[in-house]
Structures are given as structure tokens and as C-alpha cells.
């Protein structure tokens, strides 16, 4: 069950539920839902996020390694071969968007992304947090059409990585 509990209240549209998944928390945006969690997969999507369960208007994923990179660099390749692999994200078109700091995290970096093949414009990102010495690795993933790069940064804000909390 998730620790995060998001609905719509008919607010101000600014409210966000703080939400943990193993050793990453974050700030859910209002009316992003919780669609699946399954901490305990080895490896993969252990949990993702929709806004919408029919469209791509919003989605914030978390990716657990099965394997610990040995830095945020190798993990954003791993990922784009992941994805690439899986056809999750056909089209996708990545850019790397350099360190970033994210509190917790022994290295983070960004890497930005679009999906050249869909019919909408969606563009994104994908966050690399790891700390090698705890052996944890994670990449927290937002897209949609609906998402901007305003929401990306604010949501880039919120990220925390806690590599003492377990899966």
C-alpha cells in the first residue's frame, strides 16, 4: 500500500502527497496516482504513477537495479538499453543532461528524453541516483504530454535519496 495518499480535493491545484518507494521519496504531483508498486522485484519498475491510465498526460516511474552501476553515467546508459530493449518507450531519443545534486545521493545526473514516435509531444526525464559504497541504485522517471519542463524542475526539487531506508 503506498505511503502517499493523492486525490483530488478541488484545491488550488499546488497541494502534493510525499512518497516513498525503498530508499527514494518525492513529491507526488496532485492528481498523479499511484497504478502499481511491487517493492519487492528485484529489478525493474517497482512502482509507477499515472495521471490518467488511458493517456500520457503525466507518468513518474521508479526503476530498481538488479545490479548497482558504478555511477550515475553507467546507469543512464543501462537504462537507455533497458528501455530501448523493452520497447516501453518506442522512439525514444535521450540527451544527457549533466550532474545534478540530489540530496542523499552519492552521484545523480539527468537525462532528457523524448518519444519521437508517438503522436503526441511527449518529452521527459529520467533521474540517476546512486551511492555505490550502500549498493543502491535507482532512476525515478517523468513524462507526459501534459508535463512541463517547470514541472520537471519542481519536481527534481522534491527527490531524496535515503540509501539507509530498505526496499
Known sequence: MSSASCGSDGGSGDSAANTHVGPVSFELPEGIQEAYRDAEREG??????????????AFIGVWRFRETPP????????MAVQVRASGTHPGISTSEG???????????????????DSAENISGRWWMLVDPEEDVAVTVEYYGSDVTEEDLDRFQESLTLDSEQSW
Not at 44 to 57: C, K, L, R
Not at 71 to 78: I, N, P
Open 44 to 57: 525493474g519498475w517497482v512502482a509507477e504513477y499515472v495521471d490518467n491510465e488511458e493517456s500520457a498526460g
Open 71 to 78: 555511477s550515475a553515467s553507467a546507469a543512464a546508459t543501462e
Open 98 to 116: 549533466g550532474d545534478v545534486d540530489i540530496p542523499g545521493a552519492e552521484d545523480a545526473s539527468i537525462v532528457n528524453f523524448t518519444l519521437e
